[in-house]
């Protein structure tokens, strides 16, 4: 089914141009008021937002929307997106909003909607927005004496605080680690270092100072290397990168190199099932996750599911199927004891405790298998769906021929840019390096002919 307005993380595109812009974000709030107005309570709706320069206009016009479709809005300003899930049942709301584009830069931004069980909505309740946002705005508006109040509500950063705080086991302490945090300049700036420091570790923050446009800019989880210096030179025992809107982290360890999210997922897993907290007997992981995290999962007796991309969907599976740990390699880690949708600073403290446990280097601790090699490109495409081609379906057959059985090919759209992605991974790195760059190049050939 196509999609109007949502991809595989809520709405987003850049700012200032469809869909991201204030009429339409207006109309969300409207649309979503209306779904979710029932009863003659009064009904509220919680908006949270990392630090863009345009989440300032879709706050706006969000406020807007909601406050005639007659809810009452609690603006949380620059938070964490779990922190918005987290609050809005903590504050009994009827939805949670977050307006953040996560990874990507600052001129994008995007809407994150929460249902009141903090969790992301379903395929069905977007599909009955999108209908709704198109229908006549005029006709789901809320009488003038019902109209919504807006107000900005305090102490959310100190609750937020104290939640992460609580995921540590009661036993640990970071007391001696010195942790270097990269904020990426966004959502996480005060609410990291704050709680990294209360939990007693040394901190040193890093992209803690954003300034509007610099949000994701050379640092945080899609740019490690700033963590990498910084780890080196103050000598560090571990750093932790957070994205624009602290839900995914990965982990520098003390010797500068990067440790993704399926490594951490490894450790939490192998730890958990040793206290016996882990249920479901495995984790639930993407396509886009290695098969050396597969591979050691079931050497140590656990399974690994995979769902496709988007941590929506690695939650709904766990939510169907008893796991409460899961994620994606780009550091999205639920650890549903404790959240509803990933939590980088939950995440890295699970890490910290094993660490702290097991009294040895994070390079140690966080190594938990060999990766297989894994090649991912992507190619840019304009409109469409390539992979629609006759000419395409038939260089996957021959890839997919190729490569046999001992390895493994993943093409798919990207759900957040024009982008087409094509990963191969396999023991034979020559191999999967000359599939995917065949397959880029047909992929491009036919979107040049266009």
Known sequence: MSRRYFGTDGIRGQANKSP?????AMRVGIAVGNLFRRGDHRHRVVIGKDTRLSGYMIENALVAGFTAAGL???LLGPIPTPAVAMLTRSLRADI??????????YQDNGIKLFGPDGFKLSDELESRIEDLLDDDIHLQLARPDAIGRAKRIDGVHDRYIEFAKRTL????????????VDCANGAGYKVAPAALWELGADVIAIGEEPNGTNINLNCGSTHPVALSRKVHEVRADIGIALDGDADRVLIVDENGSVIDGDQLMAVIAESWAADQMLRGDGI???????????????DIGLSLARTKVGDRYVVEHMRKNGFNVGGEQSGHIVLSDFATTGDGLVAALQVMACVQRMGRPVSEVCRRFEPVPQVLKNVRHSGGNPLNDSRVKAAITDAESTLGNKARLVIRPSGTEPLIRVMAEGDDRSQIETVVDQLISVISATRDAA
């Open 20 to 24: 991201m812009t204030p009429d339409i």
């Open 96 to 105: 949670g909003v977050m307006i953040s584009a996560s990874h990507n830069p």
């Open 284 to 298: 639930v992981a993407t396509v886009m996750s290695n098969l050396g995290l597969e591979r050691f999962l079931d």
């Open 169 to 180: 086991p009661k036993d640990i302490t970071l007391a001696g680690l010195r942790v270097v």
């Open 72 to 74: 009452d809005v609690f």
